[in-house]
């Protein structure tokens, strides 16, 4: 079987097996979007705060509502299904906010077991969930009742970490309470939370739960490049795989991956492709928050456009480009700094 290949999350079927991993501040509906267009079979929301949910009740405005909460649920236009990933540490908090969910119809409940940052971990969410394996079971059971209650029965899902520290390596435990509590996959960021996003992940640990666990196992980490992906298919036998970092600006890595796991040969994207994808992207985002807040959000996406990566050449003008870039506040700006390089190389 070609290492690209379907996998089924519960009852639903993906068509493949290249993922789109939650990041906040990057993953919103625009960007989804354009990963989807090149090629992503599924994506997942950034963390969403259970409680916010339940405090500002987004469900209650209307469906267009500008406020941040409600565009960060919304399902993109071309994404024919998604999930959306929720943080809390309070079962029956989760499954609340899981129930207010219903309006998005979202396909998947992904729970966030893997976040580092303070601000989530001192509520007990986040990575902290994995010091407390038996609530993070009741989590999970929590959510997957409210899914079967309010969401259709919608597969509930978990991303975790190793474990907390080098010293608490329970990724093991963790997704075997979560799936014997409900859930339909895991998704394993074989680094600690001590680790953050340093040094390099583990990939022998996905190896290991996917040579265990029943239900799909994906992988995250370190995945910059079409060959990584083949590596990690290949060395942990994992279901599927999760770009996240080396899917910014990169969100070619999709059919360049399927490309490479199919026919073994790629073609990096173009100049001309690259800029018209940052275009598009730029659009679809101020049509969500306006062109000022937009144009803001997307000086750190037309960096990462722009730089070259594994097997992209950086743009010209490289660093006197990004300079500029990062002060352009309207559509009409960017058009003027990335004139040179579009006239170079667009029709
Ligand atoms: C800026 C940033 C934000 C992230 N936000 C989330 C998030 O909202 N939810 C989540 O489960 N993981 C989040 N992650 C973790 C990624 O999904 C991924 O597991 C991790 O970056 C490892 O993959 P990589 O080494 O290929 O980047 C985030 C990572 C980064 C760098």
Redesign the pocket.
């Known amino acids: 079987m070609s290492l690209y290949h379907p996998v089924t999350i519960g009852d639903l079927e993906f068509p493949g097996n290249l993922f789109l991993?939650?990041?906040?501040?990057?993953t919103d509906r625009s960007y989804r979007s354009i990963c989807i267009d090149e090629g992503a079979d599924f994506s997942?929301t950034?963390?969403s705060s259970a409680e916010s949910i339940i405090r500002s009740r987004p469900d209650t405005k209307p469906l267009n509502d500008p406020s941040p909460i409600s565009v960060l649920l919304r399902r993109a236009d071309n994404e024919k299904r998604y999930a959306i990933?929720l943080f809390g540490a309070e079962p029956e908090r989760m499954a609340a906010g899981a129930a207010l969910l219903a309006r998005w119809k979202p396909d998947v409940v992904d729970i966030?077991g893997?976040?580092p940052v303070p601000k989530v971990i001192k509520t007990g969410a986040g990575s902290a969930l994995m010091k407390d394996p038996a609530n993070l079971g009741r989590v999970v059971e929590a959510v997957v009742r409210s899914s079967r209650e309010h969401l259709g029965g919608v597969p509930v899902t978990i991303?975790i970490r190793a474990g907390w520290d080098s010293g608490s390596l329970n990724y093991r435990e963790c997704a075997r309470i979560a799936m014997e509590a409900g859930a339909a996959m895991v998704s394993l960021?074989p680094?600690t939370r001590a680790q953050g996003?340093g040094g390099k992940?583990d990939w022998s640990l996905i190896a290991d739960l996917a040579g265990r666990l029943p239900v799909p196992v994906t992988g995250?980490?370190?995945?910059?490049t079409p060959e990584d992906a083949d590596r990690m298919l290949r060395e942990t036998g994992c279901a599927a795989v999760?770009?996240?970092?080396?899917a910014m600006g990169n969100p070619f890595i999709f059919s360049t991956t399927r490309s490479f796991l199919s026919t073994g040969s790629y073609a990096a994207p173009d100049t001309a492709h690259r800029l018209a994808a940052g275009f598009r992207h730029l659009e679809r985002l101020a049509a969500d928050i306006g062109e000022r807040q937009a144009c803001l959000e997307m000086r750190k996406h037309f960096c990462a456009y722009t730089k070259g990566g594994e097997g992209r050449p950086g743009m010209a003008g490289g660093a006197k480009l990004r300079n500029q870039l990062v002060h352009a506040e309207t559509i009409e700006e960017y058009r003027l700094m990335l004139q040179d390089v579009i006239e170079g190389v667009l029709p």
Do not use: I, T, W
């Open positions: 991993a939650p990041v906040a501040g990057y997942f950034e963390l990933q966030n893997g976040c991303k960021h680094r996003y992940s995250s980490g370190d995945l910059y999760m770009f996240a970092r080396g």
